[in-house]
């Protein structure tokens, strides 16, 4: 089974990508005792990079077996010191080659990319007409003959999903006013003042088109259009929580706003009953596995999943706040 991985993550493998590394890029002709020593400064170098900012390493497995790997660099080389980061090491062994692996670690690191917040990402290198088809677009010629390329990566269009109290609305608002990108919130397609529901055809119809928009970032479940969305975003964002934290979040909401309209669904007031905290209460039983199974068929790559605020926290100081 192919499945994309964080070489951090998967150190075992270390030593075989260190080995490639330098079989690929580092000096020829080198004895055996400075071969392995090239080798082992390698492996100290990938481990004391791992929790660096911009650099990232990411390896595709067959089970158990290393295809390749794919890095972003904060530095690639001493000819363009003023740009960073870089996409690097796009390597796919020899016996796997022509088989579209290539293409994934490009897919692979272009959401790592977008995940982190970084909307360009430069490449240098040799070949020609190479990565022009993964999306690259041509610099200039740098001093030491390689060409230099770019890939822009918007984050155009996030889902944020997950159960009431999880704090969507609040984490869309921040990406919205960060990214520039516009909020929808889907209660507040779903509602009408006083908590007056759409008609649910009409509702999923405005869903749809919403999805169809350049641009977006929306915040809901709704299952019967929650395919589209996925399918359809560059990044997508699970507040996978407890079902404690999802309760402990809908009540901290309802003291401090208890009556006050909410400002994402126009003319409704803040307000509990017993329906609703049943549903928070047996969300994660009957609605979780339902996303569970949409998400199967995206890519890992593409999704983000939380399942504590503090790790919510830290990934929003380290790439947006």
Not at 78 to 88: C, H, K, Q, V
Not at 100 to 125: M, V
Not at 136 to 143: G, H, N, T, Y
Request: aromatic residues 12%; proline residues 2%.
């Amino acid at each position: 089974m192919l499945k994309i991985y964080n070489l951090k993550d998967k150190t075992k493998f270390i030593e075989e990508v260190a080995i490639l590394t330098q079989k690929e890029w580092g000096q020829k002709d080198l004895s055996k005792e400075k071969f392995e020593g090239k080798v082992k400064n390698k492996i100290l170098k990938i481990k004391s990079n791992f929790e660096k900012a911009n650099y990232c390493k990411l390896i595709l497995l067959d089970n158990d077996s290393l295809i390749g790997f794919i890095s972003i660099f904060p530095k690639d080389g001493e000819e363009r010191t003023d740009l960073s980061p870089w996409y690097a090491t796009m390597y796919v062994k020899e016996k796997y080659r022509g088989k579209g692996y290539s293409k994934i670690l490009n897919n692979a690191i272009l959401y790592e990319a977008r995940k982190r917040n970084i909307n360009r990402l430069y490449l240098k290198t040799d070949l020609e007409n190479y990565y022009e088809k993964f999306g690259a677009k041509f610099i200039e010629v740098l001093s030491n003959g390689e060409k230099l390329y770019y890939f822009d990566i918007p984050t155009n269009r996030i889902s944020i999903i997950g159960g009431s109290g999880s704090g969507k609305t609040t984490l869309t608002n921040i990406l919205s006013e960060k990214l520039n990108i516009p909020a929808v919130h889907l209660d507040g397609i779903n509602y009408n003042a006083n908590w007056v529901q759409k008609d649910k055809n009409e509702r999923d119809e405005i869903i749809s088109s919403k999805t169809k928009e350049e641009k977006w970032i929306i915040d809901g479940n709704y299952n019967k259009t929650l395919k589209e969305r996925l399918d359809s975003a560059e990044l997508i964002i699970w507040l996978d929580y407890s079902t404690f934290a999802n309760l402990r979040g809908v009540l901290k909401r309802i003291c401090k706003n208890y009556n006050k309209e909410r400002e994402e669904i126009p003319g409704c007031k803040e307000r509990i009953d017993f329906t609703f905290l049943k549903y928070v209460v047996t969300y994660n039983k009957k609605k979780r596995p339902k996303i569970l199974e949409l998400l199967k068929d995206i890519p890992d790559e593409k999704i983000l999943i939380f399942k504590k605020q503090k790790d919510l926290n830290k990934w929003l100081k380290d790439y947006y706040i």
